[in-house]
């Protein structure tokens, strides 16, 4: 026996904003690194979209060939991080509203 009185009220034309483009939060990398790490990531969130392990692991496979190894990349919805890194290495974003993707180099 549901009471509807409880429930919240929406205020009509109240809407819940996303984004569809990648938001960047924190990132020291250099200008092409940056480019190809934003790219990289909106790529594979797409083509990963219901699978976010996929996704981590298709941004640190192509960053190791592109730049080098000891990538590190998470991709997923409400976490928090605390890691060491190299500087200039670190890119934080969100895409697609709320997944966040932390991409990082720690050799």
């Known amino acids: 026996m549901g009471d509807a009185q409880n429930e919240p009220k929406k205020e009509e034309g109240e809407k819940k904003v996303l984004h569809t483009y990648a938001l960047v939060r924190f990132c020291d ?3 092409e690194m940056r480019t190809e790490a934003m790219d990289l990531s ?3 969130c797409e083509k990963h979209s ?3 392990e996929s996704a981590a692991r298709m941004i640190k496979e192509n960053m190791d ?3 080098g190894p000891s990538w590190h990349a998470i991709v997923g919805e409400g976490y928090g991080f605390e890691i060491s890194y190299e500087v200039k290495h670190l890119m934080y974003m969100y895409f ?3 997944l966040a993707i932390c991409v990082w180099k720690c050799s």
């Open 96 to 98: 697609g509203g709320n």
């Open 42 to 44: 909106a790529n594979a």
């Open 50 to 52: 219901t699978n976010n």
């Open 65 to 67: 060939k592109k730049f």
């Open 29 to 31: 990398m250099v200008e």
